[in-house]
């Protein structure tokens, strides 16, 4: 359930950037395109960067520190900018460096969504806890 609901999580945020993208370019009277296949490509990269969330785990516990941070942040910003080469959301030095701000954003929304669902199964577990102790 950890990687479906990261690559969930992701590919939201991910696709929510693009649609407000396509509500910007819109306003602007520009055309907003996308490919057949970009929101697949999406939910592949979604996929893919959920994998590294293992780099946040050491002996089996989930294990936040800078440099795990880092790591995973680096890994999952290199699936992203190959990908995103492979699948052609850049073509030039512009589009690289809008997608790599993109990433910064989606990567920051997915840590927040992330901190308040551990938040609010911290917050379930203990309830079921005291409910467990009251019945002793």
Not at 81 to 95: D, T
Request: glycine fraction near 6%; charged fraction near 15%; aromatic fraction near 16%.
């Amino acid at each position: 359930p950890i990687i479906l609901n990261q690559t969930v999580l992701i590919s939201f945020f991910m696709l929510l950037i693009i649609g407000v993208e396509g509500i910007m370019e819109y306003l602007a009277g520009r055309t907003f395109y996308l490919s057949w296949y970009m929101p697949l490509s999406i939910i592949i990269v979604g996929f893919a960067c959920s994998f590294p969330m293992f780099a946040l785990y050491k002996d089996g516990e989930y294990t936040v520190s800078p440099l795990r941070v880092i790591i995973h942040g680096l890994l999952c910003y290199a699936i992203v900018m190959s990908s995103g080469y492979l699948f052609g959301w850049y073509s030039n030095l512009r589009y690289f460096l809008i997608t790599s701000g993109l990433f910064i954003i989606v990567y920051a929304l997915v840590w927040i969504a992330s901190i308040i669902n551990r938040k609010a199964e911290i917050k379930k577990i203990n309830k079921i806890l005291e409910q467990f102790r009251d019945e002793e």
